[in-house]
């Protein structure tokens, strides 16, 4: 879902609840499929993350020396890691938004059919990594496919899909940590 999609859901759910309802949330309910409520929850969590991410990296000291940008990006790393030790699959994506991501997922890659293979080719083949581990660094970034990116529910500029194994990643770019993911998204034949 496109950020234009998510916010006629907003304002429909504002305009829903500003109707004269005592109960806000069954006015919510009413104007918002449950596809779209799960990814506008999607995007309520990626922005509480952004938010702590942000007030993390306010305790660093900024610095334009390169030696000294690295050890600041891997102080954010140990201190999204702390701050999100007891995270685990789903904390970012809620069920229901990973099987709206997924079924986009399998409906562009049926439309692209003979071209799936080379679509997928430079997904690394590896099983996922944890929650909060480091992208391994002799894996390949392997790319969303623009057409299939524009489906997908837009992320916050720090933050990437990106293909490992058969599993779609969220991935924090500047620090390179697996922040969540969706297993089993992309087919076994592809693999």
Do not use: C, W
Not at 5 to 22: D, K, L, T, Y
Not at 87 to 101: C, H, Q, T
Request: glycine fraction near 4%; aromatic fraction near 4%.
């Amino acid at each position: 879902m496109t950020a234009t999609g998510i916010a006629v859901i907003a304002m429909s759910m504002q305009a829903a609840a500003a109707g004269g309802r005592e109960d806000g949330d069954a006015a919510i309910q009413e104007a918002v499929s449950p596809t779209a409520a799960a990814l506008l929850e999607f995007q309520q969590r990626l922005d509480g993350y952004l938010d702590l991410r942000r007030s993390l990296l306010k305790q660093l000291s900024s610095t334009a020396d390169a030696t000294r940008l690295e050890a600041r990006q891997e102080s954010l790393a140990a201190a999204v890691r702390m701050a999100r030790r007891n995270a685990k699959r789903g904390d970012l994506i809620p069920s229901a938004a990973a099987a709206a991501i997924s079924s986009t997922i399998t409906a562009d890659l049926k439309r692209r059919a003979s071209a799936s293979g080379l679509v997928l080719s430079e997904v690394p083949n590896a099983p996922i990594p944890s929650i909060n581990a480091t992208y391994p660094a002799d894996a390949a970034l392997s790319t969303v496919p623009p057409l299939m990116l524009n489906n997908l529910p837009r992320l916050p500029e720090t933050l990437q899909y990106r293909f490992f194994g058969r599993h779609l990643l969220i991935l924090d770019g500047d620090v390179q940590i697996v922040l969540d993911y969706i297993p089993n998204v992309l087919p076994r034949t592809l693999r």
